[in-house]
């Protein structure tokens, strides 16, 4: 039985990371509206990125302890797209991320900094907060502690 | 009550500007900083340029390092023409050591720049400019008011050089300059590194 559950533990890992795809701007939009999700937490951030490595795994207990709420995390590695097979990939299946993660597929990063949030100069790590019943959006360009994050989720409500 | 408070809350947002460093027209002040080759640069060393492309940047973040042949073409294209490149190490060696000056150096002698990197101790200048993260361009015109910052942001918009028809925008700030206008595009955004700061002796 233990055996069993190892193996299925590790075949959703695999599974989980076979699940890094390459993600536009428009792509994300139409995940967070057509989600099933009412709150999203979406980090840009980069494997190259140190205090957005650091902070991962503050994201990674948020989305441990939201398995059965309407919240999902979504990362979205900033990484040049070349890189998903060779750093992402790699990255995600070592430090063994649960959250859904995405490379950036947007050839104009300024169109796309600015359609994110107009007040985001462009430096990660940064966090968009969206409900999308409520209709409310909030952008940090900053760094989260586990608590910080649970209290923005909650001013969202 | 109201009026002490909307007092409070406009003298707060002038200390956040003043910390967000240079704006487009703002004039920038001269620096006096260490070269790779061990002798003192300032803007004022430049004798006959008519402007500057000062670049922030780093030896780690991989997103100057995509640049760093960028950055070398441009000084080679408009050093000439009197808008030399200088580019700005943001780093603390401590907290990152592969940016110390002797990893600039090496960088430098490997990649064989023709520019001058130099090295910011304690951040004043990132600071001052208002950098915060790598790479980070300010062009500069020299005007009778003084080094006025004339564009603010990327070299491009395609970080990762696959698109051929990118839009330069540094070079055609710089052309814009050269040729007596105002830049079309004074300032741009792209992700880059953040700025790796001198850890507090009292942090916490």
Not at chain 1, 104 to 119: H, T
Request: some cysteine; hydrophobic content about 40%.
């Amino acid at each position: 039985m233990k055996y069993l559950v190892t193996l299925l533990l590790l075949l959703a890992g695999f599974v989980a990371n076979a699940q890094v795809k390459l993600l536009t701007l428009s792509q994300l939009e139409s995940r967070v509206a057509k989600g099933k999700d009412t709150t999203y937490v979406i980090n840009f951030w980069a494997t190259w990125c140190g205090p957005c490595v650091e902070e991962l795994p503050n994201f990674e207990e948020i989305t441990k302890k939201s398995a059965n709420k309407p919240l999902k995390v979504i990362l979205v590695s900033m990484d040049f797209k070349s890189k998903l097979n060779s750093a992402v990939i790699p990255f995600v299946q070592k430090n063994k991320i649960k959250s859904e993660v995405y490379v950036i597929n947007e050839p104009d990063q300024q169109a796309f900094i600015e359609k994110v949030d107009s007040k985001w100069s462009g430096a990660i790590p940064a966090t968009l907060f969206v409900n999308t019943k409520l209709k409310i959006r909030q952008f940090y360009e900053k760094e989260f502690t586990v608590q910080e994050l649970t209290k923005t989720i909650e001013t969202l409500k | 009550m109201k009026t002490f408070l909307f007092a409070c809350l406009l003298a707060l947002s002038v200390t956040a500007k003043a910390q967000n460093g240079y704006q487009v027209g703002d004039v920038a002040s001269d620096f006096n900083l260490k070269n790779v080759d061990g002798k003192n640069v300032s803007l004022a060393s430049y004798t006959n340029a008519k402007g500057y492309i000062v670049v922030f940047t780093c030896n780690t973040c991989p997103v100057s390092k995509a640049y760093q042949d960028r950055v070398e073409a441009l000084n080679k294209s408009y050093a000439a023409k009197g808008y030399p490149v200088i580019a700005i190490n943001t780093n603390d060696p401590v907290t990152s050591p592969g940016d110390s000056y002797a990893k600039m150096q090496e960088r430098a002698k490997e990649k064989s720049f023709s520019y001058a990197y130099l090295e910011d101790p304690n951040h004043v200048y990132t600071k001052k400019f208002g950098a915060n993260k790598t790479p980070h361009v300010f062009v500069l015109q020299k005007t009778a008011k003084g080094n006025e910052v004339a564009y603010i942001g990327a070299i491009d918009n395609d970080q990762e050089e696959v698109n051929a028809s990118r839009t330069m925008y540094v070079q055609s700030a710089v052309n814009a300059l050269l040729e007596g206008k105002k830049p079309a595009i004074t300032s741009t955004k792209a992700i880059g590194c953040s700025i790796k700061w001198k850890k507090e002796a009292a942090s916490k």
